[in-house]
């Protein structure tokens, strides 16, 4: 090990002078180097890697302080990411949380063994805690050394990151989390066969604690005001670029069949609105830009918003819905958020980065999954014509979500349990 961790040691001393021209690196970079920190020691050490796991680390932060069987002091707590989103995500959450929890927040630190034996020294942490997966090796030998548990929550692992990690089985069972949460049976397996089965249990995913019901949403009359009464309106959420044109297509035969409909388009990135604006007045489409349109638009009109911000007010006003990134090989978007309102969503066949939802939600008919964009306009016509009734979609969603809500809170009983042991063993 040690000559490994000095072979580590000198690629990452090779590695620094290279990873400081990248512009996203160099945010937080003497922060990275264990200069001008804060020390500790600190209660918990809490990682999360980038801005989504940054909103689950606020997520345990909130629940965290509410356990009542928790450490009566007030918990030190340092949090850390690997990006500038991740870190503007947590210092937001330290502001919420500061008359609760001496809370720090820092970039983390580069994963060279001589930097991490520094941060352990210098953040003296009584416990550390991983936010999904990140299996830094100089992190999890130094956190062994200092005689530090390491948790791993909310924890997953695809099929590939897993034959990769297996090539060191010795290196896992030795240093290893010691205990993870594990948000699904395959991931369960897959650890299990890494650290042992005894350090691996299931929890529910925290993302589902994320999703509320809460139909009060900014910008509602704005939205209002801008419909043809009594016109159904239809939502084409989160369009990506790679699939600008198959949603022409369909935003085509839709007004062909419904010339009476109004399609609210949504690109993903906001400056690409214009440039959808001109190709949809190049077919011969009524479109409007959202920040110029009538109030109200006339029946058959393509409102293509161009401004941020008011995607969920749209969802709450839909007769239906499609969620983009999904008709072509992009991972998906949240397509749980119209279903929030009581609109079932349609997607196409590439979600891979919302998989953790479970296949579940589509056998049970709350998501309309569809191989194409003819597929999808034949679904979104015939949504137009369904007479559901929204509250019985969100009583559905109620019965599907109930069962499998709970684990910030389970997260956080095993973070109090585990501290309280250590502090408990500590004792003179």
């Avoid at 003497?30 to 796991?53: F, T």
């Avoid at 940054?54 to 356990?67: E, F, K, R, T």
Wanted: hydrophobic share 45%; net charge positive; glycine share 6%.
């Amino acid at each position: 090990m040690r000559i490994v961790l000095f072979f580590y040691n000198i690629a990452w001393i090779f590695a620094l002078p290279f990873l400081k021209r990248r512009p996203r690196i160099a945010w937080g970079w003497k922060q990275r180097l264990m200069k001008g920190v804060a020390a500790g020691p600190y209660d918990i050490w809490i990682q999360a890697a980038s801005g989504g796991e940054s909103i689950l680390a606020d997520m345990i932060l909130n629940q965290l302080a509410a356990i009542p069987s928790g450490p009566q002091k007030k918990l030190r707590i340092l949090l850390t990411s690997g990006t500038k989103e991740g870190v503007d995500t947590l210092s937001r959450a330290a502001t919420g949380n500061n008359h609760i929890l001496a809370i720090t927040v820092s970039y983390f630190p580069f994963d060279a063994p001589y930097l991490m034996k520094r941060a352990f020294t210098v953040f003296s942490p009584r416990l550390a805690v991983i936010i999904e997966t990140e299996l830094w090796p100089g992190f999890l030998i130094n956190a062994k050394r200092h005689n530090i548990p390491v948790l791993l929550l909310n924890g997953r692992i695809s099929e590939k990151s897993f034959r990769f990690y297996r090539n060191w089985p010795s290196f896992f069972s030795t240093y290893g989390p010691k205990y993870i949460l594990a948000i699904s049976t395959g991931d369960q397996d897959r650890f299990a066969r890494l650290v042992g089965t005894r350090r691996v249990s299931l929890m529910n995913n925290i993302k589902f604690d994320k999703v509320q019901f809460n139909t009060s949403v900014e910008n509602n009359n704005l939205i209002s005001r801008i419909l043809p009464t009594n016109h159904p309106f239809v939502v084409l959420g989160s369009v990506r670029r790679e699939e600008e044109n198959k949603i022409i297509t369909v935003i085509d035969r839709l007004l062909a069949e419904r010339p009476d409909i109004v399609i609210g388009l949504f690109p993903k990135h906001v400056a690409r609105a214009n440039i959808l604006l001109q190709l949809l007045k190049s077919k011969k489409i009524n479109a409007a830009a959202r920040t110029s349109a009538a109030t109200p638009v006339p029946p058959g009109t393509v409102i293509i918003w161009d401004v941020f911000g008011e995607l969920a007010g749209a969802y709450s006003h839909a007769k239906t819905t499609f969620v983009g990134g999904s008709l072509v090989d992009l991972g998906g978007q949240n397509f749980l958020e119209p279903l929030v309102f009581g609109v079932k969503p349609i997607i196409g066949p590439f979600w891979r980065d919302f998989a953790w939802i479970g296949r579940e939600i589509i056998e049970l008919g709350l998501v309309h999954e569809v191989a194409d964009e003819q597929q999808l306009t034949q679904t979104l016509l015939r949504k137009i014509n369904s007479n559901e009734s929204k509250e019985d979609v969100l009583s559905q969603v109620q019965q599907f979500l109930t069962p499998r809500r709970g684990g910030t809170l389970q997260a956080c009983r095993l973070i109090s349990d585990t501290l309280n042991s250590v502090i408990e063993n500590n004792e003179p």
